[in-house]
C-alpha cells in the first residue's frame, strides 16, 4: 500500500507542483484583480483564473512535467475535458461549501475564500486527472 503511494507521488508529482506554482501566481493574480479591482462575477474571475493557467499548464505539463511526445489532438481534448470537470467540481463544491460555513459573512468574503479553497481542491484533481487520464503514458 504504502509502496503504491509512493509511486504515485514520485519526481512527476514535484514537477507537477513546480508548474502549478507558476500558474497559480499567475492565474490567482488575474483572478483577484478580476474580481475585486473590476468587479466581476466569481465565475468570471474564477474561469479567467483557469483559461489563462491552462494554456502555460498545457504546454509545461504536456513536454516537462509527463513527457507526452504524441501529436494527436485526441491529447488536448482530453486535457480540455479533464480541466472542465476539474473547474467546475472544485469550484462548484467549494462555492457551495463556504456559502455554508460561512453564511454570515458577506458575499465578497465568501467568495474570496471560496475562490482560495476552490484552488486548492482544483489542484488535488487535476493533478490525477492529468496524470492518469490526460498525459497517461501507454503502456
Keep these: 500500500m504504502v509502496e503504491k503511494i ?3 507521488f514520485d519526481i512527476t508529482f514535484f514537477k507537477f507542483i513546480l508548474v502549478g506554482i507558476i500558474n497559480t501566481v499567475v492565474g490567482t493574480a ?18 479567467a483564473n483557469y483559461v ?6 498545457y504546454f509545461l505539463n504536456k513536454y ?7 501529436k ?14 476539474c473547474y467546475l ?20 468574503w465568501q467568495d474570496n ?8 481542491l482544483f489542484v488535488i484533481l487535476n493533478y490525477f486527472g492529468q496524470r492518469f487520464f490526460a ?3 501507454k503502456d
Excluded at 52 to 57: A, E, R
Excluded at 72 to 85: A, E, G, Q
Design 6 to 8: 509512493k509511486n504515485k
Design 30 to 47: 488575474v483572478m483577484f484583480i478580476a474580481y475585486n479591482v473590476f468587479h466581476l462575477s466569481y465565475w468570471v474571475s474564477s474561469a
Design 52 to 57: 489563462v493557467g491552462s494554456v502555460c499548464s
Design 64 to 70: 516537462f512535467t509527463f513527457q507526452n511526445k504524441e
Design 72 to 85: 494527436s489532438p485526441i491529447i488536448l481534448l482530453k486535457f480540455v475535458v479533464n480541466i472542465t470537470v
Design 89 to 108: 467540481i472544485a469550484y462548484g463544491g467549494a462555492k457551495k461549501l463556504i456559502l455554508l460555513l460561512l453564511s454570515g459573512f458577506s458575499k465578497q
Design 113 to 120: 475564500v471560496a475562490m482560495v479553497c476552490g484552488m486548492g
Design 135 to 137: 498525459f497517461k503514458k
